[in-house]
């Protein structure tokens, strides 16, 4: 769970030891994939497996550690079950033996924390199958439904799939416009892209690809060219786009070459709004100007990659927000889903990047912590835009209704 580089829907299975989560698995691939014992421990790590069900999509099912493992190493296991509850859409709750005690309840309260909906699996029905007394007392526990079954003798999950796709939030696989409410048909949108040391070989990066392809879902016309070009085209064509694009990186060149009656925003502020807590960033950018010497910054990266001498969450971010403050900050970055290096309460501002290649079931998790300690929180676009002074033309096309975005143009 820690890279968390997948976009798909997440299904975790918990349960105590030796309950056949590890089977259920097993029975929702229709194959063995996941390593079955009469031993109970014997998964530790949570594990990611990809599976695809049937008329309904790929996800990635995650197997997880009994949530009764002892000793010290146990409890650590015990642990990383429970962090994987905030990276997950749907949990599927393994109970045998018509038995729920005081696991089941601390799972059940930790779903309930992250609003995570969960499905119960009374498993190994063949030995004991659940009574009714037991499914009574489960009436009361907010669960998205019930079923029992035997992973033994099962051969065809139909009915915990149906279930499945029923419990499963949309949002966690449906993914919302990111342009829809932006632009009509046929506008014309300039997305600048720049060819930097950070640009990958060959291709162009994920949110550039993302904004592309929404540009087309909604009937309109794509327009990518370099900064360096877009003055040229501008003055060559006589094109007014409906909306321009660019990477946070070049705001300031873009703000000087894109007229003022032309909106403009950012490929990360877009994914901020698609996949982050929106208001909060809102709320959050400013108090850059509130921080003070000592003060300690967190950058959240969401996935692991080649770090270039002049990166942007770990050398230009911080250097443009230290120049801007004037003041003396330290700064801790965190790549993919890794544990803080430090207790939350000791940062005065997170910045999270776009998140493109995480959920947002995970990166809102992600945030959590910050939110709930009343610590500011923004997003690398909306930073440095207003860093660079054109904080509220970039976010004027989300925020700004047609009376005020007129007057603000």
Known sequence: MQKGKETKPHIGIYGRRNNGKSSLINLLAGQNVAIVSDFAG??????????EITGFGPVILVDTAGIDDEGELGQKRVEKTLQSI????????????????????????EFIKTDTPYLVVHNKSDIEPASSIFKEKLSGKRHSGFIDISCKSQTQPDELISLIKKAIPESSYRTPTLLGDLISYGDIV???????????????????VQAIRDVLDNDAVAVVLKEREVDAFLRKTQVKPALAITDSQIFVKADASIPRDIPLTSFSILLARLKGDFENYLKGTPKISELKDGDRVLLLESCNHHVSCDDIGRVKIPRWISNFTGKQLEYDVVAGLDALPRDIMEYSLVI?????????????????????????????????????????RAIAPFTANKESKADYL
């Open 86 to 109: 905030n990276h997950i859409d749907l949990a599927l709750l393994v109970v045998t033996s018509n038995t729920w005690g005081d696991y089941e309840e601390m799972l059940v309260n």
């Open 42 to 51: 014997t998964t530790t790590d949570p594990v990611k497996k990809s599976f």
């Open 352 to 392: 999270q990047c776009g998140g493109c290649m995480i959920t947002r079931k995970q990166l809102i998790n992600r945030l959590r912590p910050a939110v709930e300690a009343g610590i500011p929180v923004t997003n690398y676009g909306m930073a440095i835009a207003y860093v660079q002074g054109i904080y509220q």
């Open 190 to 208: 300039l997305l600048i892209t720049p060819i930097d040391v950070e640009a990958p070989a060959g291709r162009l990066i994920l949110p550039q």
